[in-house]
């Protein structure tokens, strides 16, 4: 399996720079770097995650939007996140393909809406 990494930060206007706010335009601003966020919620199970570090996520895409603005196209992608392999220091995953796997197929088998019971949590 071919890897290809993407880089998501993008430098954005620093709108928090201006003195009184929409004191300069927006051209003349400083830059910053921003990144897309990553929020995890609802689990069961406290997760050991390092300050900063690498991962590797399985997911499905669940939507994807193309914007047109101002002359300016931006993409959009709602991610359904299945596992998250996070890497540790001596560059070793701290969970394996099968591990992964594994909770992919368990995630599969789980109700479509985890709000509503089935027979089977009755």
Aim: aromatic fraction near 6%; glycine fraction near 4%.
């Amino acid at each position: 399996m071919k890897t290809k990494t993407y880089n998501l930060g993008a430098e954005r206007p620093d709108y928090g720079s201006a003195e009184p706010a929409n004191e300069k335009p927006e051209k003349e601003l400083p830059k910053k770097m921003v990144f897309p966020s990553f929020y995890i919620s609802e689990l069961t199970d406290k997760m050991e995650i390092p300050s900063e570090g690498e991962a590797t996520i399985k997911f499905k895409v669940v939507e994807r939007r193309e914007t047109e603005r101002d002359g300016k196209s931006t993409c959009s992608y709602d991610l359904e996140v299945h596992s998250l392999a996070i890497t540790e220091a001596s560059g070793k995953p701290e969970s394996n393909d099968d591990e992964i796997e594994a909770g992919l197929k368990e995630a599969e088998k789980a109700p479509k809406n985890p709000a509503k019971k089935t027979k089977e949590d009755e």
